[in-house]
Structures are given as C-alpha cells and as structure tokens.
C-alpha cells in the first residue's frame, strides 16, 4: 500500500542506508492533473465512478466532471517527476473496471513539483487550491 506524506509535510517517510550504505532518494510530492475525454455518458454515472475511485483511493483530493470529460486531481509521493506521471497514466486504465469509470482516454496530464505548485498559487497562476476537496461538476 503506498504512503503519503502531509502536502505540509517534509520528504516523505525517513529510511535507513541502502545495502551499500549510501542514503536512498527520498520521495517527493507532487501535484498531479489528469483530464480524460471521451464519448458522453450520464452525468450521474460519471459522478458515480469518480466516487468510487476517490473511495478506493483516497489520495484523490478533487475531481470534476462533466457528461464527456473529467479531470482529476491528487499529490502523489514519488521519487521523481518520471514515476509520478507513470502512476498518473496508470491511474484511469487500471481502475476503469473497478470503479467503472467511463471508457475514456487521457487527453492530458500536468504533474509539477510542490514548490511549483506553491509558487504559482502565491503568483495568482494555475489552479486554485483544490477546495472544496470531492467529486463536483464543472
């Protein structure tokens, strides 16, 4: 089961020297967007699914919606930029069946630093702090 630090947190979870007694990488957070698109489908069960994939998932912080796309929005722990949006492309394919996810396609993904994420909300750029965190349409 993976673990996340507080996105107020530090570098995610201390650990030991690695057999060959240098320090590991720490994990870092970042702040993952993924858009899908795809044919319509009943709002309501759009809504639905993104429920059931924050439920199993609960690292999810918000997510939109609408009758033909969604986006989604989570940190994730990760020790670079390269792994993060490896999960993040992961993400809708391997949970379609589960939380019966409509079977759309990702037609976006942003996956940027914390201190980039911090940066532009005090800037005024990009995204508002994801609030109120859940499932909600556009």
Same mark, same amino acid.
């Given at each position: 089961?993976?673990?996340?630090? +507080?996105?107020? %947190?530090g570098k995610? @979870?201390?650990? #030991? @020297?690695?057999?060959? #007694?240098?320090?590991?990488?720490? +994990? ?11 044919? /319509?489908?009943? /709002? ?13 998932? /609960? ?42 996810? @409509?079977?759309?396609e990702i ?5 940027? %630093? ?9 800037? %005024?750029?990009?995204?508002?702090p994801a +609030?109120?965190? #859940?499932?909600?349409?556009?």
């Open positions: 089961m993976r673990r996340l630090a +507080s996105v107020e %947190g995610g @979870p201390a650990a #030991g @020297p690695t057999d060959n #007694g240098e320090e590991p990488p720490e +994990s870092r957070l970042w702040h993952v967007t993924l858009s899908v698109s795809g044919d /319509p489908a009943p /709002p309501a069960d759009v809504r639905r699914a993104l429920e059931q994939l924050a439920h199993d998932h /609960p690292f999810l912080l918000t997510s939109r919606y609408a009758a033909d796309h969604a986006e989604i929005r989570y940190w994730e722990e990760a020790l670079d930029l390269r792994d993060a949006a490896a999960v993040a492309l992961r993400l809708w394919g391997e949970h379609r069946r589960t939380a019966q996810l @409509p079977p759309w037609v976006g993904l942003e996956v940027i %630093g914390r201190e980039t994420y911090h940066q532009r909300i005090a800037e %005024g750029h990009g995204p508002a +609030s109120p965190v #859940g499932v909600h349409p556009f």
